[in-house]
């Protein structure tokens, strides 16, 4: 059963920091790998995706890597900002039943 | 191009009441996947339609049901509610069942008293 653990919980850091979120799936039978943002109260909005062939993904500040083999995903936020506070969730997409499933997420906050 | 809507936004209802939420997905995108999210347990997948027919479905009990319809716009069934089923209701659409980016509404906030 696929299980997708999110490390750490909660981060807090200062504006302009470097920052790298973790996700880890313990089956590596996945068709790709989303990571997600979530801002109180809303809806999620897609950030990058990753196919299983592929090893990373980038868009403006964010960059995403995958590591099918170890069941690792790294989301990688440069620069921080406090717009970036939010709670950024990692998705895997299950081979076995064709499921989406989510991790508890990280709840980041950027201080000003 | 108009994002994927879910309507109501919000509703109240008493246990043992049934509800019926909707979901729009975006223009041409044919995948249409429900979610549960509730502060316990995260967001829990419900199930997944495809060109009508529901292709999986999650570990929800039979009072969760849903349909798709053929211009892919879904609907989603809860009966006989219980307290435990307040959550919000995410619904998400994609192109394709495997590959594609899931795009989610902004979902429907359902409180049962």
């Known amino acids: 059963k696929q299980e997708v653990t999110q490390i750490p919980a909660a981060l807090s850091v200062p504006e302009g920091e470097n920052l790298v979120l973790n996700c880890s799936f313990t089956?590596?039978?996945?068709?790709?790998l989303q990571w997600f943002r979530q801002d109180p109260g809303k809806g999620l909005t897609s950030l990058l995706l990753i196919q299983s062939s592929q090893r990373e993904q980038t868009s403006g500040r964010l960059n995403a890597s995958l590591d099918k083999s170890s069941g690792r995903s790294t989301l990688y936020i440069a620069a921080s900002q406090p717009g970036d506070s939010a709670t950024y969730l990692c998705?895997?997409?299950?081979?076995?039943?064709?499921?989406?499933?989510f991790g508890a997420g990280t709840r980041l906050f950027v201080k000003a | 191009k108009a994002g994927v809507t879910q309507t109501p936004r919000y509703l109240i209802k008493t246990r043992g009441q049934q509800v019926t939420l909707s979901c729009s997905p975006i223009?041409?995108?044919?995948?249409v996947s429900w979610y549960q999210q509730t502060p316990g347990q995260g967001l829990q997948f419900l199930f997944e339609y495809f060109s009508e027919t529901q292709r999986n479905k999650g570990n929800f009990p039979g009072r969760f049901s849903g349909r798709q319809f053929s211009n892919s716009r879904s609907e989603m069934n809860v009966s006989t509610l219980e307290l435990g089923d307040s959550a919000l209701y995410l619904c998400?659409?994609?192109?394709?069942?495997?590959?594609?980016?899931?795009?989610f509404g902004p979902g429907t906030r359902l409180t049962v008293l």
């Open positions: 998705a895997v997409k299950d081979t076995g039943g064709f499921k989406t499933i």
């Open positions: 223009s041409g995108h044919r995948s």
């Open positions: 089956d590596s039978a996945i068709y790709n």
């Open positions: 998400a659409s994609s192109l394709d069942l495997f590959t594609d980016t899931q795009y």
